[in-house]
């Protein structure tokens, strides 16, 4: 099993900032991609920004500019800045990777998602 834990999130005031972590641990063999989604009340959930085992990223249009995602791969840990954040990104934060996971001599795949973190941009 591969477990996601993720940290960071809170109230922030319009143009303030915020910074998310999420750290994957269990029987990992290597990490893919890994990623920030997020969920509004009443909103389907939707992908913030992600980031390869390469480094390459990929983000929404509404957060081009404003966030950034990166990666430790020693610590299996990925993070997103969050810079001048609007009450339009509001949500449930939710980190998710995936890769290959070991048990004894094989690998499997696994995709897991954090339990998700609060962000509340409000004045």
């Known amino acids: 099993q591969v477990q996601l834990v993720e940290s960071g999130g809170g109230l922030v005031q319009p143009g303030g900032s915020l910074r998310l972590s999420c750290a994957a641990s269990?029987?990992?063999?290597?990490?893919?991609?890994m990623g920030w989604y997020r969920q509004a009340p009443g909103k389907q959930r939707e992908l913030v920004a992600a980031?390869?085992?390469?480094?390459?990223?990929n983000y929404a249009d509404s957060v081009k500019g404003r966030f950034t995602i990166s990666r430790d791969n020693a610590k299996n840990t990925v993070y997103l800045q969050m810079n001048s954040l609007k009450p339009e990104d509001t949500a449930v934060y939710y980190c998710?990777?995936?890769?290959?996971?070991?048990?004894?001599?094989?690998?499997?795949?696994?995709?897991?998602w954090g339990q998700g973190t609060q962000v509340t941009v409000s004045s």
């Open positions: 269990g029987s990992i063999f290597s990490i893919n991609a």
């Open positions: 980031i390869t085992s390469g480094g390459s990223t």
């Open positions: 998710n990777a995936n890769g290959a996971r070991s048990s004894g001599s094989y690998h499997y795949t696994f995709g897991s």
